[in-house]
């Protein structure tokens, strides 16, 4: 009976609890981003004019670069769990210096966009703010507070790994590789939607 009542036994899926949890949590982040394109396509089809002149100030150049620079951090942090489960601390700390440098130079590179953004009067409140830009900013601005929700244990994990001890717990590093995959793929659905696929869009963006 009492091996019956433990409950520190691993899970039966023999998927750390931890995992579950994040796959949980993605799943409701999900549904956020899925109501955010939802409505853009609904209201872009019924505003092409508008979407279309919006969509050309964009600069798509920058937004490639970003989207190199979130699969070159996705391939590190997959390089930082490989090489913690094999004990290599040194190379684990290399991967994950430079998975969190690559979520530096993503918002470096937003901050560069969104202060052209204001400089041209497009910004929420500004006058020649519309419906698009309304969306440009909150879907482009809820991936970046993602990208530094993700920084922010990363940092930690990073920091921890030049103790003594090191970072001893690869399923954890695993756990929020997902959730950098997940800002990853998300971004990858945002960049061709916001910049690519709006009739109208023109060479000279600023």
Known sequence: MSLALNLSHEPITKI?????????????????????????????????????????????????????????????????????????????????????????????VKYIEYSSKFADGLFPGQENHTVFYSFYFLMTGFHALHVIAGMIPMAYIFFKGFTKAGYPYPSKVETLGLYWHFVDLMWIFIFPALYLMIPYHVAGAH
């Open 16 to 108: 750390p609890h931890g995992k579950l949890a994040m796959w949980a949590f993605l799943a409701s982040e999900l549904m956020f981003f899925s109501g955010f394109f939802g409505g853009f396509i609904v209201l872009r089809n019924t505003n092409y004019d508008v979407f279309g002149a919006g969509s050309a100030h964009l600069n798509w150049t920058l937004a490639l670069i970003n989207t190199f620079i979130l699969i070159g951090s996705s391939l590190t942090m997959a390089l930082a769990i490989h090489n913690l489960e094999h004990k290599k601390d040194g190379a684990f700390r290399l991967f994950m210096g430079l998975t969190i440098l690559g979520g530096f130079g993503f918002l470096i």
